[in-house]
């Protein structure tokens, strides 16, 4: 699938899905609406409906430790989280209401993206003497990112039950099938180049003109050892985190005095559109620095980039990379998750290696995450035994997850082994959420409830 193949792909699918509901909308009657909310609902401050389990030692617990641990292990590895998987465990095997599973999923991916991020912090680049961490690409998308997350939070009590698992199943189906065919092309490059490599070091003339066979040799100008101290230093750019940490503090603010003022008022809808400024400043300062830079060197000809992707920087890209960053916050806010579903597999496709998209995704949803964790935690919209147990689970998984995979791509000498983990993991929460909207939808269609979309005032 190409990358035009898959746009177009995405918006005939979205674009049916969404004149189905304008149609369901005009032709059912509210009569039979009975308000539910869907798993990302953004509904998180009520009290109505929680069902809140006890933290005890039981089948229930185990089966969601042993979920859990995967799904964050695996998540943070490919860059996506989580939260498709996540969601649908609380909810079907440890009892939780869906409010309450989308709050204890953003914990889950805040400890595994932490986790993640403080052992990418102390691993060195693989090709360049850079940070691990892209903060080019960190400053160009967290702002969009979190800016789509609210309006995705915002779209999910408007949007109808089924158009949300609909539009989840058709972006995961195909993001997941184009981070495949992107790995196996990378597993065939790397099949290539690891034949080459072995070629040159089992024939190698020596200067009396003697073939050496199975030879050992190393650069003559040997590599400087940095211990991990000095990696961590050289990793951590505080100007650009300073500057991330400041979206990130405006943005809370300004959700937690929303959620103080009159829903659909005068004051409500001025903190809303806040958020766009806030947003659209950072971006367009790392846009054009983005933009800057591809001008220059595209007039003096040198290929060296200060970003990661090996896109070319124009105007119609930079658009496209906004876009996508709204669209994988508004993807988070419906379903629950950081956004990753969308940044980890587009990372990929503009040509950022995959060690550093796992680890700049990661960063980017550490912010996104943390963020819904403390408005959940103010709203006290999830119980705080679960929260800590099941966060301290997702660290110790996103740590060792990085650690081992790691260590498999050391042996096997293949970095595609990221991509094919994104893709799998996407795939799955595909499954997960397909299988759970499904049944939800047919039941909500038995009980003749409306199927179509809501109204944004009255579904507060």
């Known amino acids: 699938m190409s990358t035009r193949g898959f746009i177009i792909y995405l918006l005939a699918s979205f674009s049916l899905a969404l ?64 939260g498709g998987i996540f969601v649908p465990m609380l909810t079907l095997i440890v009892r939780f209401d869906t409010k309450s599973a989308a709050a204890l999923s953003k914990c889950m991916i805040m400890g595994a993206s932490t986790a993640s991020v403080w052992y990418n912090l102390r691993v060195p680049h693989p090709t360049k003497e850079v940070p691990i961490l892209d903060y080019d690409l960190a400053l160009l998308f967290q702002p969009m990112l979190m800016l789509g997350i609210t309006v995705g939070v915002s779209l999910s009590v408007v949007f109808p039950y089924w158009l949300i698992t609909v539009l989840i199943i058709i972006l995961f189906i195909g993001t997941s099938s184009r981070s495949f065919f992107k790995g196996t092309q990378m597993w065939k490059e790397e099949t290539l180049l690891k034949k080459e490599m072995a070629r040159q070091q089992d024939a190698f003339v020596n200067s009396r003109g003697e073939l050496l066979i199975g030879t050992e040799y190393e650069s003559l100008i040997p590599k400087e050892e940095k211990s991990s101290l000095q990696i961590l230093c050289f990793n951590l750019k505080w100007k650009r985190i ?57 007039s003096t000809g040198n290929p060296e980039s200060i970003c ?141 409830e409306f199927m179509g979309f809501l109204d944004f005032c009255s579904s507060q």
């Not at 909308?25 to 990302?40: C, I």
């Not at 609902?41 to 929680?50: L, Q, R, W």
């Open 19 to 82: 004149l189905s509901a304008l149609f369901l909308t005009r032709t059912n009657d509210y009569k039979h609406y009975v308000s539910t909310s869907p798993p990302s609902s953004p509904n998180y401050g009520s009290a109505t409906d929680k069902n809140w389990p006890e933290l005890k030692v039981g089948w229930r617990v185990a089966l969601a430790t042993v979920i859990g641990f995967l799904g964050s292990a695996f998540g943070t590895v490919g860059g996506v989280g989580g």
């Open 242 to 298: 300073l500057i991330l940490m400041a979206v990130w503090v405006s943005f809370l603010s300004l959700q937690m005095i929303k959620n103080d003022v009159q829903v659909c008022g005068v004051w409500y809808w001025v903190l809303f559109f806040l958020q766009f400024p806030i947003a659209l400043i950072v971006f367009g300062y790392e846009a054009v620095k983005l933009y800057k830079d591809h001008k220059e060197r595209m």
């Open 308 to 448: 990661e992707a090996s896109i070319e920087w124009t105007p119609l890209h930079i658009l496209f990379c906004a876009l996508c960053g709204i669209l994988g916050g508004t993807v988070g806010g419906l379903l629950g998750s950081g956004g990753g579903f969308i940044l980890g597999p587009l990372l990929i496709e503009i040509g950022v290696i995959p060690q550093v998209a796992s680890a700049t995704a990661t960063f980017v949803m550490m912010f996104s995450s943390s963020l819904s964790v403390v408005e959940f935690y103010l709203l006290k919209r999830f119980p705080i035994p679960y929260a800590l147990y099941l966060t301290a689970v997702s660290v110790l998984a996103g740590f060792w997850g990085q650690y081992f995979v790691r260590k498999l791509m050391a042996i096997l000498k293949r970095a595609s082994i990221i991509v094919f983990i994104l893709s799998a993991v996407i795939f799955a929460s595909a499954l997960t959420m397909g299988v759970v909207g499904i049944v939800e939808s047919i039941e909500m269609i038995k009980d003749h």
